[in-house]
Every structure is written in C-alpha cells, then in structure tokens.
Nanobody, 117 residues
Framework: QVHLVESGGGLVQPGGSLRLSCAAS????????MSWYRQAPGKGRELVAL??????NYADSVKGRFTISLDNAKTTVYLQMNSLKPEDTAVYYC????????????WGQGTQVTVSS
C-alpha cells in the first residue's frame, strides 16, 4: 500500500501563489506517473498536471501558471501555482500510478485551495 499526503492548501487572494506538496510513502521512479487533480464544488474531478519520465503535461486552463515537479529524493511531488484565479478554487488531490504496482492508482486525501478576495 502506498500513502500520499498532500499539504500546502489554503486561502489566497486572486493573483497570489501557493505551493502544494504531495509526500509519498515510497520512492517514485521516473517511469511512474504522478498527477494532480482537482474537484470544484458541483463539478467532476479534472486532471490539472502530470509528470512522467521527465515529461510534464498540463490542463489548458493552468498552462503557464502551474508547474509540477519532483524533488531530488524522489518522494515528494510539488504543484507550484501562480497567478491564481477564483476558478482555481477546488480540492486538489495527488494521484500516483506506479509501474511496480501494475499501474494501480493511489490517491491522497486532498487539500482545499480557495482563491478569493
């Protein structure tokens, strides 16, 4: 079993920044896929960003504002969020799809991000 713990959410004004962290209970290999999803009230869960094999991909709504990265110890994934907008308000979830677990998916508990003045 792999555990993921998110942190770093909170209340921020429009135009502000936050950095989310996702600490994994195991080492993340480059062939694994780590992703951030979000779910706004009354909406479905959507993919925000992912990183795998050194490559990254972003939802169009966050391109140029959000950056996903993996720390050197290969146990923590970050989501740097800049120029935040009210529509970024959501619960953000970390997701791990690990090759050695046959691509079974693991989820964190989520962290709330609220963008409001």
């Amino acid at each position: 079993q792999v555990h993921l713990v998110e942190s770093g959410g909170g209340l921020v004004q429009p135009g502000g920044s936050l950095r989310l962290s996702c600490a994994a209970s195991t080492v993340i290999f480059s062939i694994d896929t780590m992703s951030w999803y979000r779910q706004a009230p009354g909406k479905g869960r959507e993919l925000v960003a992912l990183i795998t094999s050194g490559n990254t991909n972003y939802a169009d709504s966050v391109k140029g504002r959000f950056t996903i990265s993996l720390d050197n110890a290969k146990t923590t994934v970050y989501l740097q969020m800049n120029s935040l907008k009210p529509e970024d308000t959501a619960v953000y979830y970390c997701n791990a799809r690990l090759v050695r677990y046959r691509n079974l998916e693991f989820w964190g508990q989520g962290t709330q991000v609220t963008v409001s003045s």
